[in-house]
């Protein structure tokens, strides 16, 4: 299959010396040849290799954990909060025993300190030794979810599917967070969710505030599986949040197991949705819903096509709003993925789709609004005068600089890849709030800091690129004012910002952003439990992966930062690269 040509592949490339961006990787005939020959060898390797009757309790907590087998040796992750020399062994029906090799044995339900080694031989049911490796992760918080089919084969077929459940938070000192039961728990994201290690997006029953801000009860668990270091999305949202980029989400580095098994180190995540603690801007649904007679997505879409060659794509409600201005919650995708959706949309006449993600049914009339105020942004941005060829208007008068800027350096010090064609978020607030477009929140960032082949950190990358849809590199090579916005921006708060990522700089709001080395400390021992869980996957051909361990990926990060902080410096510190 796919996955075990991923999994041997993987293995290879612990047999062999890692590649480097100047090598070539290991020829795909050789990895089809030892495919084939584990094949032919699967059935002799395997006598050892049987699932063990053991799963291994935390007191007090309710929580049991059972091995994972890989490679014919099984491994016990365990979280970092608990005591490992007191642990509760289950080995089956009560009175049942499981011997151990090295001396003594597990006895059903009974406290043991056996799981305090780091290895332990256990007799296995077919009368041989099994091995079993016992790691233990980090003291950071760790999610137990349990499914209610008590598997997630269903949720796996399709990001339709979901089910209800249940879910444990502890934080990092084992204090519990929360106790209660999931709406639905399913897979998210896009490209992410074909990977082996899914990432979920979870639905409690009660609001909480999980990851540290208000409460809700809509979260996301990033999967980080293209992201060795596990970190790239953490950091930069935490940068966002210390540059006051508007709404950010918060994140935690988690570990995470459903029904008691292992699933790796995840980053757990506010949603970017409308709501009092994400996106806190009016919600329009409410109204919509009750001038509606029926369901939003039982009425008929309706493409509204204009002059210029821009569209836009509603819904054909009995009402709207009195107030057309807003909040709308809005995302520049690829053009595929907006027109494949359900959600209204404007493209413009460069064919850059613009996708309303709430309200997720506007109607013909709100949509019209959307379009008008888009299509000005998009036309005023390209003038010299920078204004609008229609309207007249300025485009200083139809987005609001500050976060534009922000937003436009999160996306250029990190390298984004995804910043030139889609996962940017926007947001307008009534006019009686604000007639302006505001960027933000920063979202998806695994394939940043090197992540992904785009240019050199010493060089410019939206400052000069071409062929972008976002607005940011036309802004900038076009607006002087938007460059002197940039420039001020960067100089308060992004420049301090790569100062204390790169521990040049003691933070001045360490609950908030701190120096990477400290990130790396904190999650060490749950990388090396993720890294067992989830060996190097090395299919993707658009992702250099700099490091090919979690050390040597955060070490390349620390390079990337300061030789990124360097150019921007220099950059920005130019006044004929800003005139």
Excluded at 160 to 183: M, Q
Excluded at 396 to 409: E, G
Excluded at 502 to 526: F, K, M, N, W
Aim: charged share 25%.
């Amino acid at each position: 299959s796919a996955f075990a040509a991923q999994e041997m592949e993987a293995m290879l490339f612990r047999l062999f010396p890692r590649p480097t961006p100047k090598t070539k990787s290991i020829p795909k005939a050789l990895v089809l040849w030892v495919i084939l020959l584990a094949g032919a060898l699967v059935p002799a390797c395997a006598l050892g290799a049987e699932a063990l009757d053991l799963r291994v309790g935390i007191p007090a907590t309710g929580v049991s954990i059972e091995p994972y087998l890989y490679n014919n040796r099984h491994y016990l992750f365990l979280p970092g909060f608990c005591n490992r020399e007191k642990l509760i062994a289950h080995v089956g029906e009560d009175g049942g025993c499981l011997e151990v090799k090295e001396g003594g044995r597990l006895t059903e339900g009974e406290l043991t300190d056996a799981f305090a080694a780091e290895r332990l031989t256990l007799h296995n049911p077919s009368g041989g030794w099994s091995r079993l490796e016992v790691m233990q992760g980090s003291k950071i918080p760790c999610l137990f979810i349990t499914t209610q089919s008590g598997s997630v084969s269903q949720i796996h077929k399709s990001k339709e599917n979901s089910e209800p459940g249940h879910l444990l938070f502890f934080d990092g000192n084992g204090a519990v967070r929360y106790d209660g039961e999931l709406t639905a728990i399913r897979v998210r994201g896009n490209t992410t969710a074909s990977y082996p290690k899914r990432p979920y997006q979870i639905k409690l029953a009660s609001a909480a505030s999980l990851t540290g801000g208000g409460k809700a009860k809509t979260f996301v668990l990033l999967a980080e599986y293209l992201d060795f270091s596990l970190l790239r999305n953490r950091i930069t949202l935490d940068m966002a949040r210390y540059a006051q980029v508007p709404w950010a989400m918060r994140a935690l580095s988690v570990d995470v197991y459903i029904n008691g098994a292992y699933r790796g180190v995840y980053t757990l995540a506010d949603k970017v949705e409308i709501g009092k603690s994400r996106v806190a801007i009016k919600d329009l649904q409410p109204e919509m819903e009750y001038l509606n007679a029926l369901p939003l997505s039982q009425y008929k879409d309706h493409a509204l096509e204009y002059e210029d060659g821009t569209t836009a794509f509603g819904y054909r409600l009995d009402a709207s709003p009195a107030d057309l201005t807003g909040g709308y919650l809005l995302e520049i995708d690829k053009a595929y993925r907006v027109k494949d959706s359900d959600n209204g949309s404007v493209f413009t006449s460069r064919k850059m789709g613009i996708c309303v993600r709430e309200p997720e049914y506007p109607s013909l009339e709100q949509m019209d609004y959307l379009h008008g105020l888009l299509i000005q942004i998009d036309n005023s941005i390209r003038q010299k005068d920078g204004r609008d060829p229609v309207s007249g208007v300025h485009f200083t008068q139809l987005i609001d600089l500050p976060s534009f800027a922000k937003k436009f350096l999160i996306e250029d010090i990190s390298i984004n890849f995804d910043a030139k064609a889609g996962s940017q978020y926007f947001f307008k607030d009534r006019d009686s709030v604000s007639p302006k477009l505001f960027a933000g929140p920063a979202w998806d960032y695994d394939l940043t800091y090197g992540n992904c082949q785009v240019d050199s950190p010493s060089k410019p990358y939206l400052m000069t690129i071409k062929n972008s849809f976002p607005w940011y590199n036309t802004l900038f090579q076009k607006q002087a004012r938007f460059r002197r916005e940039v420039r001020d921006q960067y100089f308060q708060f992004f420049q301090p910002a790569l100062q204390i990522l790169t521990g040049q700089r003691q933070s001045d709001a360490p609950d908030v952003l701190r120096p990477l080395a400290q990130y790396e400390s904190e999650l060490a021992l749950s990388a090396k439990m993720n890294a067992v869980r989830w060996p190097p996957n090395y299919g993707k051909k658009y992702a250099l992966r700099k490091g090919f361990t979690f050390e040597t990926s955060i070490a390349h990060m620390q390079d990337f930062l300061e030789d990124r902080m360097a150019f921007m410096d220099s950059y920005l510190g130019n006044e004929e690269n800003i005139e």
